[in-house]
């Protein structure tokens, strides 16, 4: 792939609406780009079926949720959940009685983990007890959902699984040196690529975020056939992200975050999807615009590919309720600092040559460098000095605009998906968002 595939019109549903339903795979937790989608569903009329990951005893069992625990998450969707553990990843299984993988990585110290080996064939065995206890607890959910599911529905499977970091403390020290790591902290993110522990991530990775996919489209093959055979219409959306056109300047470019380590699992994600499209499965993966969630805090600057949605609202047609956007950014500021001040800086920023060599569409996902990251993180650092509040951002604001928008989009564009990978670039962001405000 040489370049994107934007969304370039906005999109309309003409397809779901009342007795039709959203199946959320993948448990709702806090802020994410999740909540739009479920939002634009609820208000469409579809009823709302969720799965669990299950939980984790003190011991490292895993367990379906309890009453109470199911009630919250239920109350949190709006809808029905299958309380059958569907937990992704391998980081946390192991045959009986040895070492899972994260127990290995523990063993690592900040000092050693580079040159740490770990023990690949039981690495191997880990990984192949983490699919099929994934697959088999799969095959459990869907037979539960299939006598959920009134004939003569049109269904909207909305994949959402993402991560695969494995809950070590070494390595959230590792992570920190990594993507925010300064002068004599700074540490190489391929030196993480090319260690037996990058290696072991990745593969997590891919369980996590992409295979799941693959597993949930051949898992609902037996139900996708009798609903389209009841002549109702089946459509699977994932989230992904490779990099979003902002506006930088004048034009809308491609830029991307550095070093997005995921990246790897998002590209194997797409080519999932291309795969099932090939098949006449209308799979799409819709590649998402940056925006500030638990998750993505990891990485620091993030919020740089955000803030200049602000000039493409005013570029896509402005308006009265932009203005009071600005407006209410404006007073998350400190005294005397303008937006236009934060926008100069993200410009500059995207324009420094250090940054532009990172523009490579084609070498996506790449390493980062010390005189990136210097930028990168100290930007970010400045930026939020400028706010009265480091509690209150201006990316607080333009992501939850970006999550309602990206799901409105998304949904809309379910009706009938113009192909398998698609992005949402701020273009289409801001006139979704002016568009349902006028």
């Known amino acids: 792939m040489t370049a994107s595939t934007p969304l370039q019109t906005l999109p309309s549903n003409t397809v779901f609406g009342d007795g039709d339903t959203l199946v959320l795979f993948g448990e709702l937790f ?66 009986e009685g040895e070492k899972t993988p994260t127990d290995l990585v523990a063993e690592m110290s900040i000092d050693s983990w580079q040159d740490h080996a770990l023990d690949w064939d039981l ?128 034009d809308y470019r491609w830029q991307t975050y550095t070093n997005y380590t995921q990246g790897y699992a998002k590209i194997r994600l797409e080519s999932i999807a291309r795969d099932a499209w090939d098949n006449g499965i209308k799979a799409t993966v819709y590649n998402c615009p940056e925006i500030r969630t638990n998750s993505s805090d990891v990485f620091a600057g993030i919020e740089l590919s955000l803030v200049p949605l602000l000039s493409a609202l005013r570029k896509e047609g402005g308006g009265a309720w932009v203005d009071t956007l600005w407006q209410d950014c404006q007073a998350l500021l400190a005294d005397g600092v303008t937006l236009e001040q934060i926008l100069d800086m993200v410009d500059a920023y995207q324009t420094d040559p250090v940054m532009l060599k990172f523009g490579d569409f084609a070498a996506w996902p790449m390493a980062n460098s010390a005189e990136q990251v210097t930028r990168t993180v100290g930007t970010s650092q400045e930026i939020v000095k400028l706010h009265a509040s480091r509690k209150a951002l201006v990316s607080d604001v333009l992501s939850e605009h970006v999550v309602s928008a990206t799901g409105q989009l998304i949904f809309g564009e379910s009706s009938a998906p113009a192909g398998p990978v698609l992005w949402l670039d701020h273009d289409l962001v801001a006139q979704e968002l002016i568009a349902r405000q006028g």
């Open 30 to 95: 806090g802020r994410g780009y999740a909540t739009g989608l479920i939002e634009a569903a609820r208000a469409a009329g579809m009823t709302l079926i969720g799965i669990t990951v299950g939980r984790r005893d003190d011991d490292g069992a895993l367990r379906p949720l309890t009453a109470e625990e199911l009630a919250e998450a239920e109350a949190n969707l709006g809808g029905r959940i299958i309380n059958i553990p569907l937990m992704a990843g391998f980081d946390m299984d192991a045959p």
């Open 123 to 250: 690495i191997n065995r880990c990984r192949a007890i983490g699919t099929a206890r994934f697959t088999t607890a799969l095959q459990q959910v869907m037979a539960e959902m299939d006598a959920m599911i009134p004939a003569g529905a049109n269904v909207i499977f909305a994949h959402t699984m993402a991560g695969g970091i494995p809950r070590a403390k070494v390595f959230l020290a590792i992570a920190n040196r990594i993507y925010k790591g300064l002068g004599a902290r700074y540490q190489p993110s391929q030196s993480l690529v090319d260690s037996d522990l990058g290696k072991f991530i990745l593969q997590n990775f891919d369980e996590v975020t992409a295979n799941t996919f693959g597993h949930l489209i051949e898992a609902s093959a037996a139900l996708r056939a009798r609903i389209e055979g009841e002549g109702g219409q089946v459509r699977y959306t994932a989230y992904g992200y490779h990099g979003t056109r902002i506006l930088i300047g004048d």
